[in-house]
Each structure stands twice: as structure tokens, then as C-alpha cells.
């Protein structure tokens, strides 16, 4: 893809995570010898494709760790912003570039979603307004807007999230082998699913 031609990806990493039950923020949970927060940033940045983190101030800094501070969106914390919440995350990202020919939203509690998932799903842009990743047939994320949804998508707001978008728009799903896709972190329970994937991952590698 040619400059003109990069969609930008939008790290969706605002959220409180109310259903997970550990001490610290989910995102800050260690995954193997990193973290939750920290696998998802290097597999974005490896797709060296433009991007953007939407992030709280409580994150601000471990965000600041792997991303340039231009590419840092920092919003208020809850309870003090009208509407904050996944609508006004992703309003914020893609408001932050403006000019980009599509957006790649990608929760940051998906660190497993690989680099080339992400880039397939961009690349989708060109061909669909709305692009999906999906494995096994199942949907997952990320999800892919092209530039004219940008109205649309700049007023999101609260907990507004895309699933209308999803279904008014032609939607083009784009298979993967990426089991990734369809692994989120919301309970202690899912952390330790995760936990045993990317130590399963690891064994491989060394047998191989």
C-alpha cells in the first residue's frame, strides 16, 4: 500500500474493564515476559502502518513507552466527560487523523491478533466501506472503516459502538488464520486463556 493508500489503526485502550476482578487495570496484566497493553502496541506497530492509541491518563504513561506522544489521544477519566465511553474512544481516534483513507479499530485487550491480521483487514478498505476480521467463519476484531464513513464515525458518542455501522454498510469479511481474533480480555478467566495460548505459542517456536 502506497502512503495514500494506509489506512491508520485506532488502539482502543479507554475502557475501565469493569468485569475484570484483578488488582490492577487488565491491560497492565503480564503476558508473558510483557504486557497485556505492551503485546498489542508492538503487533500495531509491526504492521508499520500509521496509528493512533486512545488511552486514559492512567495508561498515558506506559502508552507513551512504545508510541510517539502525537500519537497518543488521552481522554478524560470517566465521570468527568460527557458520553465517554467506546463511542467517543473511537470519535476521538479517528479525529486525531482526519486525513487517513480508512480507520482499523483494534481493542488493546487483543494482543493476540497478529500483524498480518491487522494489515489484511486495512488493506479490505479499498475493496468494501466496512471490512471485518473473522476465523473459523466466526467475526472478531479488528473492524475497518473507510474515509466516507468518517462523518458517521467522528460522532460516536458514549457507549455507541460501530455494530450499526456494521450492519447499514456493505461489510466485506476477511478470513484469517488468526485464532487471535476472537480473544478478548474481560475476565480472569479469559487472562488465563490468553496466558496458556501465548505459552503454547512459545513452546512451538522452541521445538521448531
Known amino acids: 500500500m502506497s502512503n495514500q493508500e494506509r ?7 479507554a475502557g475501565r474493564g469493569r468485569r475484570f476482578a484483578g488488582t ?39 502508552v507513551r513507552r512504545y ?6 489521544v488521552v481522554m478524560p477519566e470517566e465521570g468527568t466527560f460527557h458520553g465517554l465511553g467506546v463511542g467517543a474512544s473511537i470519535a476521538a481516534g479517528v479525529s486525531a487523523l482526519p486525513d487517513a483513507p480508512g480507520w482499523v479499530m483494534l481493542p488493546a ?7 498480518s491480521t491487522l494489515t489484511a483487514v486495512a488493506r479490505a478498505l479499498g475493496d468494501s466501506p466496512v471490512s471485518y476480521a473473522q476465523h473459523g467463519g466466526r467475526r472478531g476484531h ?5 474515509a466516507e464513513l468518517y462523518s458517521e464515525l467522528v ?16 461489510a466485506q469479511a476477511v ?21 496458556a495460548v501465548r505459552g503454547g505459542l512459545r513452546e512451538q517456536r522452541v521445538h521448531e
Open 67 to 72: 508510541v510517539a506522544s502525537r500519537d497518543v
Open 24 to 62: 490492577s487495570h487488565k491491560l497492565e496484566q503480564s503476558l508473558g515476559s510483557s504486557t497485556v497493553l505492551a503485546s498489542t502496541l508492538r503487533h500495531v506497530i509491526a504492521t508499520q502502518l500509521p496509528m493512533v492509541v486512545v488511552t486514559t491518563q492512567a495508561l498515558e504513561s506506559q
Open 175 to 195: 478470513e484469517v488464520d488468526d485464532p487471535g481474533v476472537l480473544m478478548g480480555l474481560d475476565t480472569v478467566e479469559d487472562l488465563a486463556a490468553l496466558r
Open 109 to 115: 485487550d487483543m494482543p493476540m491478533v497478529r500483524p
Open 142 to 146: 479488528p473492524v475497518g472503516f473507510s
Open 7 to 13: 489506512p491508520a489503526i485506532v488502539v482502543l485502550a
Open 155 to 170: 460522532s460516536l458518542t458514549g457507549d455507541e459502538g460501530v455494530r450499526r455501522l456494521v450492519a447499514r454498510y456493505p
